[in-house]
């Protein structure tokens, strides 16, 4: 079963609009941590934020946004005033924190972003 | 640079063939783990080491093993390949076993096999 959800396949924007990339997650673990990667065309893997299950705050930089909400099991990602540069797949992850698993990171199928000038 | 190595960037091969891809942690982390991206399945878990043990297996292939040597580095071994084999492979590595300071990524080794 997928554990992270990422319903929106392909956004595609106007520069300067705002949007937000959904991920929703399932886990049966109280302790968890949930990740975003941006992965540009270039390939890389590019590490954006990373939240525990315990810390619901809200978190804000720069024109990047997240919003954890453990009643929905969801962790939104916005971006104010996209820009070009904000072209990628980016990927929603849930480490969960049991030995079995061994804290690897569940990936998401990936949310692709094209902004247009 | 990430501080984790990945060598090489690039692989073409045949089926039928095996092939080698080596990581090189980040220094001071002792934790490394190897996933694979195609076009199929995504990003997927493939094999968890820590300090020279195996911890975890996510969606390994029985063609597929690895192991992590006295320095720490790591190789992912892959034999028999298939077509389907032709993926990204990621390594990333992390302090310790629960990845709870996050994890670094290598830049990833393309595999094609023609």
């Known amino acids: 079963a997928q554990k992270v959800t990422q319903a929106q396949t392909e956004i595609s924007v106007v520069e300067k609009e705002d949007v937000t990339l959904d991920c929703v997650y399932e886990t049966r673990d109280t302790t968890y941590y949930l990740f975003w990667y941006k992965q540009p065309p270039s390939g890389e893997l590019v590490f954006l934020i990373r939240r525990n299950s315990f810390d619901e705050q809200n978190e804000i930089s720069g024109r990047y946004s997240w919003n954890f909400q453990k009643s929905t099991s969801s962790f939104n990602f916005t971006i104010t005033a996209s820009q070009v540069v904000d072209s990628a797949v980016y990927f929603c992850?849930?480490?969960?924190?049991?030995?079995?698993?061994?804290?690897?990171?569940?990936f998401g199928k990936g949310t692709s972003l094209l902004v247009t000038p | 640079d990430s501080g984790v190595t990945q060598t090489p960037k690039h692989l073409i091969t045949a089926t039928g063939q095996r092939v080698t891809l080596r990581c090189s942690p980040r220094?001071?982390?002792?934790?490394v783990y190897w996933y694979q991206q195609s076009l199929d399945q995504g990003l997927q878990f493939l094999i968890q080491y820590y300090n020279g043990e195996e911890r975890a297996k996510g969606n390994i292939l029985e063609r597929f093993s690895a192991q992590q040597f006295p320095d720490l580095h790591s190789e992912l071994n892959l034999s028999s390949l298939e077509l389907g084999d032709s993926a990204l492979y990621f390594c990333a590595s992390s302090v310790e076993v629960g990845g709870l300071y996050g994890y670094t990524f290598g830049s990833g080794t393309r595999l094609t096999v023609v």
């Open positions: 992850a849930l480490s969960e924190a049991n030995v079995n698993s061994g804290y690897a990171l569940n």
């Open positions: 220094s001071g982390d002792l934790s």
